[in-house]
Structures are given as structure tokens and as C-alpha cells.
């Protein structure tokens, strides 16, 4: 390109190449002024010569006329060399300065190439962190396509490849076991306490797994509340052994707000199946045998003796309350609502002894309580009925516990707050919306009680999140204690109080009815005014709990609690 512009700068010049155009130039500057310098001289001396020598005849007549004429010649070649000079001085220039234009555009191409070749660098290091990310990724999507995201086991896709790579690769007469796990009751405790503790129940219970078992055996969650187990090169007893261990580990563990248990059936290759299809069915059926046996124990397959294995005391003690259960439920027996209260009130001295202790600071809190347990149980069985709750004999026991100790926690309430006559100060309000945590901590201490938590904890909560102490609203409220919290309501409007009369059953139904979608679920709202007056009138009268005004003497209880 410089070439070019060179050429085209000096065709107006001699037709010389580029790269002799200096050279030329330097020769035509050194003889221009020499020429003309020397023949000069010569014509001088040519002229003195004729001028001194007489006689020459034609030559001097030749020197005369010739010698003029050769410095003639000789000022026009000098006059012509400095014209011809100028020309190429005036060339060279313009050369220079294209040369110059050319070394600067180049100079600007050159930064402009190594700005790109900067930008190149920056987009080929962002190409290698991409492909670092995209690796990282892919490795992701492949734990994710193996594994159980909530637990961090093996997912049933992995659980699957695993058991078929496991049984290809046993050798002959190589045992192959496999554990399938249940969590007992998983549905109940959805219902009772949310999903997002079942949730944590998983989890605690991946953990556990986990922890108990080697690398070379593969834990998975199989689906929903299931977990499998495959141990490779595992004989009878070693399975037991980790079954056991599990079973046992669970079931000592402190959840948050109930015991949980697990049934684990045990089933091996060969012994017990060909094949990977009839190995799981195998431990599956055995899994079902764990449970009509009482839940909470492992079962093997082929073990019959299980099968006749006696409930353990407490499912015997649960199988009492859930035929008082279905006497209410089936045949709308109100007596057996009531007896079911009074059993548990009866067999249980840890519950008298927290109720007793409650009814020394509040006269009232007995038969308030006995009769929302009862009104709670009648909702629970028409939510039920309904198909909005699925409660078992144990869950049915935990909404009777909650609604008979859910103000247990004003027990750590100061005197002067719970029987304060007229509105609470802003501290004193706060103090005594602490009152559910305190009962939920007090029922912690006993694992016999920790399915009550529900309703002691969230029945202050209320349907659009204004209640306390979490404001939790809609279905992040446990279903029993929004439950509760319609029954505890009903009493409350039903019953006299020192600052007002009792409201007919009539209006407390219109008001339940006005704060549906506000304080109260509006399903289990609806679900209340179905059932007729008549029976709620019938569940009061059968309880000979309603008491006459508190003596004028008692101090006058704060609205606010």
C-alpha cells in the first residue's frame, strides 16, 4: 500500500522506480551546478586564446562565434537544472508528506489491530469462563438427574440403575439386599403440621440414612415418604444389623413436633428373588407386613411369625381412642366425643397435672377447654368427612391434647397481665402474645405431647396473616389449628364473660361467617355452618361445664387475652 502511494506521488516526476528515486535524485543535485561551473571556464579560454592568437582564420572566427554560444548554452542548461531541481524538490516533498499521511494511517491501524487483538483476548478468556461455567453446569444437571434434591440421596432413576448394575455384577451365590423404608403415619403429619415440616422430616431422616450406610451401598429416596437401601455384597444379618440401626436412629430422635417412626422391609437376591422387579416387590410386601404389625419394626420377607407379632402398648393405647373415633364419626355419637375427652383427661396424669396447674391461674381455662376439645373433634370429623383432613387414631388424640392445653403457655404470664382489668400497655400486649411459644416450649419436654404444638403455637393465627405470634397466613397455618381456632372462637362467643353476655348461636354463626377469608379458613368456614345448630347446642348441653358470672370480687380479665 505504501508502494502504491509512492508510485502515485511520483508519476508527475522522472519514471523512476520508488526505491531509486532518491539515488536519482541525489545525482541530478550533484552535476546540475558542475556541469554549467566547468564550461564556463572554457569558453573563457577559448575566447582569450582567438582574442590573443592573430591569424586564425576559420577557427578563430569558430571560437569567436561558438565560444558565446556555448555559454549560452551552458546559463540555459543551468537556468533549466535549477527549474528541473525545484520540480524534483517540490516531488520529494509530496512523497514525504504521502509517506508521513501513510506512517501515521499506519501507526492508527496498528493500535486499532492491537485493540482488537485486546478485545480477542478478553472474548476468548470470557469463551474459557463459559465453558468452565457450562462444565459446571453439566456436572450439576448430572447430580440433579441422580439425585434427590430435597434429601441428597440417590433419586428413583439412580436407585434403579443401581439395583440392575448391583445385580449383574453378584457373583454366584453373592447376596444382594435391599431395605425399603416408610415413614409412618407421613400424611397425618403433613396434615397436621404443615408441609414444610414434613419436609424437615425428610430431611432429618435422609441425613440418617446417610450417616448409616457405607459408599458402596446406595441410599435413595424411592418417592414421597419412601427410601430404599441397596447393599451390595450384604448378607441376612448385616441387613438386619442396618435396618435395625436406622429404624432405631429415627425413632429415638427428637422431631419437632411429634415422635416419627419408620417401617422397613428387608428382601434378598437370591433367597428371595431372581430379579430386580420381584426383589423390590418382595421387600415392599414385607415393608406392608411392618405395618399391620404395628409400624415402628423391620420385617423381612418370608418371615411369618411377624405377621402374628402383638402391637406394642402404645399402638394398643391409640387403637382405644380410634374406636371411640369411628363410634363419633360413623354413627354421629356426640357421647363418644366426650368420652374420648374424658379418657384421655383420665389416662394421662402429665396432662391433669398441666391442666390442674392452668385452672389455679384461671378458674375458667377447665371447662373452656374441655369444650373446645369436644368442638374441635367435631370439626375435625366433618373436615374429614369432607375430605379436607386425613387424621389417624394419634392425630385425632394430638388435636383433643392441643385444644385442652392450648392456653398452657399463660402459665408463665405474670399475674398482672392475665388478670389485669382494662386494655394492656403496648409492652403488656406483647408479653402476652408470647403466651403460645411459652406452651409450645413447655410441651417440647415431652415427646408424648409434641403432636399438640400445632394448636398451642399457631392458634392466635389467623386466615390473611394479622394474627401472632408468625403471622402466618392461609394454609401455612397447620389444619389444626385453624380448626381450633374456629371452635375456640364459637366458645368464646358462646360463653359469658365479665365485660359482656354471652351471644346467641345464631349470631356467633353470622359472625363466624363475616370474618370467613379474614380470621378463619373459609372452607373449614363453610364447613362450620353446614353442620346444624342443633347438634352445637347438643355438644353444650351434654357438657356440664357452662358456669354462672365469675363473683364480682374476681378482678375483671383483660379483653386482650
Not at 80 to 101: F, N
Not at 227 to 254: D, K, N
Not at 263 to 274: C, F, K, L, Q
Request: charged fraction near 25%.
Amino acid at each position: 500500500m505504501i508502494a502504491q502511494q509512492t508510485m502515485t506521488t511520483t508519476q508527475a516526476c522522472p519514471a523512476l522506480e520508488p526505491t531509486q528515486f532518491t539515488d536519482e535524485l541525489r545525482r541530478r543535485i550533484l552535476r546540475g551546478p558542475v556541469l554549467p561551473a566547468l564550461t564556463a571556464p572554457l569558453a573563457g579560454v577559448l575566447l582569450a586564446y582567438a582574442w590573443i592568437v592573430p591569424n586564425l582564420g576559420v577557427a578563430g572566427r569558430a571560437i569567436q562565434i561558438g565560444a558565446p554560444t556555448l555559454l549560452f548554452l551552458a546559463a540555459l542548461r543551468q537556468m533549466l537544472a535549477v527549474w528541473e531541481t525545484a520540480r524534483l524538490y517540490d516531488c520529494a516533498g509530496s512523497a514525504y508528506r504521502e509517506l508521513k499521511q501513510t506512517h501515521e494511517q499506519t501507526t492508527g491501524h496498528a493500535s486499532r489491530i492491537a485493540e482488537l487483538n485486546g478485545r480477542l483476548r478478553l472474548v476468548q478468556q470470557e469463551l474459557v469462563d463459559n465453558n468452565r461455567a457450562l462444565s459446571e453446569a453439566n456436572a450439576r444437571l448430572a447430580d440433579l438427574a441422580t439425585t434427590d434434591g430435597m434429601t441428597g440421596l440417590a433419586n428413583h432413576r439412580a436407585f434403579q440403575e443401581g439395583l440392575r448394575a448391583a445385580l449383574a455384577e453378584a457373583r454366584e451365590g453373592q447376596r444382594v439386599s435391599l431395605l425399603m423404608i416408610d415413614v409412618d403415619n407421613f400424611k397425618q403429619y403433613n396434615d397436621n403440621f404443615g408441609h414444610p415440616a414434613g419436609d424437615d422430616v425428610l430431611r432429618i431422616i435422609g441425613r440418617h440414612i446417610r450417616r448409616l450406610t457405607s459408599g458402596s451401598q446406595l441410599a435413595a429416596r424411592y418417592g414421597g415418604e419412601e427410601f430404599a437401601v441397596l447393599l451390595p455384597e450384604s448378607g441376612c444379618e448385616h441387613a438386619s444389623e442396618i435396618a435395625e440401626a436406622i429404624r432405631s436412629t429415627v425413632a429415638s430422635y427428637r422431631f419437632p413436633y411429634r415422635r416419627v417412626t419408620l417401617s422397613i422391609g428387608v428382601a434378598h437376591y437370591p433367597d428371595d428373588a431372581s430379579d430386580a422387579e420381584s426383589l423390590i416387590k418382595r421387600s415392599d410386601s414385607a415393608l406392608y407386613v411392618a405395618k399391620r404389625s404395628g409400624k415402628d419394626r423391620v420385617a423381612h420377607a418370608g418371615d411369618r411369625a411377624m405377621e402374628a407379632r402383638p402391637p406394642d402398648p402404645e399402638y394398643a393405647a391409640s387403637t382405644r381412642v380410634e374406636a371411640l373415633f369411628q363410634a363419633s364419626f360413623i354413627n354421629g355419637d356426640v357421647e363418644a366425643d366426650l368420652q374420648m375427652v374424658d379418657t384421655i383427661i383420665a389416662e394421662d396424669k402429665l396432662i391433669t397435672a398441666l391442666m390442674a396447674a392452668l385452672d389455679l391461674r384461671d378458674a375458667e381455662t377447665e371447662f373452656h377447654s374441655r369444650r373446645v376439645a369436644v368442638y374441635s373433634l367435631r370439626l375435625a370429623h366433618a373436615a374429614m368427612a369432607a375430605g379436607l383432613l386425613n387424621l389417624d387414631d394419634s392425630s385425632l388424640k394430638h388435636v383433643a391434647i392441643g385444644a385442652l392445653l392450648h392456653d398452657i403457655g399463660k402459665i408463665g404470664l405474670p399475674d398482672s397481665i392475665l388478670f389485669k382489668s382494662g386494655p394492656l400497655t403496648q409492652d403488656e400486649t406483647d408479653l402476652m402474645r408470647r403466651h403460645p411459644e411459652l406452651g409450645a416450649r413447655l410441651l417440647q419436654t415431652s415427646p408424648g405431647l409434641s403432636g399438640a404444638i400445632p394448636i398451642v403455637l399457631h392458634h392466635h393465627e389467623r386466615w390473611d396473616g394479622n394474627g401472632y405470634p408468625y403471622r402466618l397466613s392461609g394454609y401455612q397455618i397447620p389444619i389444626i389449628a385453624r380448626i381450633f381456632s374456629l371452635a375456640d372462637t364459637l366458645d368464646a362467643m358462646t360463653t359469658d364473660r365479665p365485660y359482656r353476655p354471652r351471644l346467641a348461636l345464631s349470631s356467633a354463626r353470622a359472625e363466624v361467617q363475616r370474618l370467613a377469608g379474614t380470621q378463619f379458613d373459609p372452607e373449614l368456614a363453610r364447613l362450620f355452618l353446614s353442620i346444624p345448630e342443633r347438634e352445637w347446642t347438643q355438644l353444650r348441653g351434654k357438657q356440664s361445664s357452662d358456669r354462672p358470672n365469675p363473683p364480682a370480687a374476681l378482678p375483671e380479665r383483660s379483653k386482650a387475652a
